[in-house]
Nanobody
Framework: VQLQASGGGLVQAGGSLSLSCAAS????????MGWFRQTPGEEREFVAA????????VYGDSVKGRFTISRDNAKTTLYLQMNSLKPEDTAVYYC???????????????????WGQGTLVTVSS
């Protein structure tokens, strides 16, 4: 599975931004897909994840109520709608896929087998 993330950029605090992640290399992803983020010197942080079949979602505590993850099965594309952005949301955002993932591993970084190249989101104060 190849993942291509896009949509990052510069936005003011309180604004919105939408990220996309196009998956290719197979007709369906299956399992789990998710978003993680990382700032320099920090470990990769879980943001949100979704079950490809059924659409169950989980979110990291810091983004609950502000971010929404979704997917388009036909386009094998993952999305992250980010609202009410804060300066602390500034990071490189990575999409990831776990074709054999199960519900209980949605937020588990080590369960993801494939990673996109990352897209930078910068939120100015």
């Amino acid at each position: 599975v190849q993942l291509q993330a896009s949509g990052g950029g510069l936005v003011q605090a309180g604004g919105s931004l939408s990220l996309s992640c196009a998956a290719s290399g197979r007709s369906t992803v299956g399992g789990n897909m998710g978003w993680f983020r990382q700032t320099p010197g920090e470990e990769r942080e879980f943001v949100a994840a979704i079950r490809w079949s059924g659409g169950s979602t989980v979110y990291g505590d810091s983004v609950k109520g502000r971010f929404t993850i979704s997917r388009d099965n036909a386009k094998t594309t993952l999305y992250l709608q980010m609202n009410s952005l804060k300066p602390e949301d500034t990071a490189v955002y990575y999409c990831a896929a776990a074709p054999r993932g199960i519900y209980w591993t949605l937020g588990v970084h080590s369960s993801y087998d494939y990673w996109g190249q990352g897209t930078l989101v910068t939120v100015s104060s």
